[in-house]
């Protein structure tokens, strides 16, 4: 892949310039075409170190609250009649951060080479997701692309709301965690050998547990960098692991069975893909295609392949409530209630319904979340400092005591 600035015309002969990556200039060249766009000057870019990543380098992330904002902006200004290329020109100058407009930007010169807004949306797919482009195609199919950009302004309100309450409520017992870490990091490194030099001094014989610490302390000492090597290098193989199709599914397979917080993530993906199956059913997608753009807007493969596991199923003939029981993923409740949507034809209304006990549970959950951990929090702060307790202060209790009587007998 190389890099590749270009100049041409569009069709209504405008001038128009920009960059792009592709294999060679023929390659450049037929994508223009194809964008209706008549190529007049093609070559290639700087290298990389030159010109694309002082570019990049100034650019901010992409956060999910300018999507928000963006999604509200276009629903008020196509409700109010702005022409939709005059609306995303005005919201590209009023955008701040400078990778959006650029993002904002690149959409009205599709719409303005000949592309629709579901096309151009979809050259952006770490911007935009696959749900997102799938309404955007329903509201230009069906001429209601407002109540689109409406409806995904509230789906994206509601995951954001969510993702902030998950890490609202496990930064303080991970805060904790690490302090601990830190904490008998610091006390093998310092404390425990001032104290076993002290003992050596003495000539006494020391306790099992003085024992065990002063041997773990200078096992600290010696190797404490390969100690934090081995965790770095371990660190990355998970990573590099995870990154795998068949680690990522291993993984978010398993994260649904951590104790404690794992129950939340699994009520959280499913009340996610029940607001998302509400969601395109009622703006008119058909099921097997709603599923299939469901598995991949989840953000977990586990979850995903049981969703593709009912899409198949449906494919097959068979119902909705039983390719989704026999996915094993939902309780009966909600298993009553997908019944109860398909027989009566009001599916999107009773998965609406779903989708908001799933967020009161999370809800629930996350409050007391805190209180959940706190005991477990407690519970490894008394064990460590029993153990420091046994170990330090047992030799110096013993050997006290020991002077006690001698002064005694004196």
């Given amino acids: 892949m190389g890099a590749f600035r270009y100049k041409g015309r569009n069709i209504r002969g405008e001038a128009v310039a920009g960059f792009m990556e592709a294999a060679t200039t023929d390659a450049v060249a037929n994508h223009l075409f194809n964008l209706g766009i008549t190529p007049i000057d093609i070559h290639a870019a700087p290298p990389p170190s030159q010109s694309i990543w002082m570019r990049e380098l100034g650019h901010k992330r992409i956060e999910l609250t300018e999507v928000i904002l963006f999604c509200r902006q276009m629903y008020t200004l196509i409700k109010a009649g702005v022409p939709i290329m005059q609306a995303l ?5 009023s955008t701040h951060n ?4 650029g993002v ?5 010169e599709a719409l303005d080479a000949g592309l629709d807004l579901t096309a151009a949306v979809k050259r952006h797919p770490k911007v935009f997701s696959t749900l ?4 955007i195609q329903i509201g230009e199919t069906s001429g209601t692309l407002d109540q689109s950009f409406l ?5 994206l309100e509601r995951e954001q709301e969510t993702q902030q309450r998950i890490k609202s409520a496990t930064r303080y017992p991970l805060f904790v965690v690490i302090a ?3 904490a008998v990091f610091i006390i093998n490194i310092f404390v425990i050998p001032a104290f076993a030099h002290v003992y050596a001094g003495l000539h006494a014989k020391l306790p099992l547990a003085t024992r065990i610490l002063i ?3 200078r096992f600290t000492v010696a190797y404490w960098y390969d100690m934090i090597a081995a965790v770095v290098l371990t660190a990355f193989a998970i990573r590099t692991y995870v990154r795998t199709p068949n680690g990522r599914y291993r993984w978010h397979h398993w994260r649904l069975h951590i104790p404690i917080v794992g129950p939340i993530f699994s009520r959280a993906l499913l009340g996610r893909f029940a607001r998302a199956l509400s969601i395109t059913i009622k703006s008119g997608v058909p099921l097997i ?3 299939t753009v469901i598995s991949r807007a989840v953000d977990n493969e586990y979850v995903a392949a049981r969703i593709l596991q009912m899409r198949d199923g449906i494919e097959r003939g068979e119902s909705l409530t039983r390719t989704a029981q026999a996915t094993g993923l939902f309780p009966p409740l909600v298993l009553q209630m997908v019944s109860v949507g398909e027989e009566s034809g009001a599916i999107d209304a009773l998965m609406n319904d779903v989708a908001e006990y799933y967020e009161r549970e999370v809800d629930y959950d996350l409050r007391n979340l805190s209180t959940a951990i706190e005991p477990l929090l407690v519970v490894a702060m008394g064990i460590l400092v029993l153990i420091l307790a046994l170990g330090v202060f047992l030799p110096m209790w013993d050997l006290a005591h020991a002077a006690f009587k001698q002064n005694g007998g004196i």
């Fill in 289 to 291: 295609q709603g599923l």
């Fill in 180 to 182: 601990l870490v830190i």
């Fill in 98 to 101: 400078r990778t959006f407009a």
């Fill in 132 to 135: 997102f482009v799938s309404l």
């Fill in 89 to 93: 020109k005005g919201l590209r100058d």
């Fill in 215 to 217: 041997a773990t302390s």
């Fill in 151 to 155: 409806q995904l302004a509230s789906y």
């Fill in 104 to 108: 904002i930007g690149q959409l009205n």
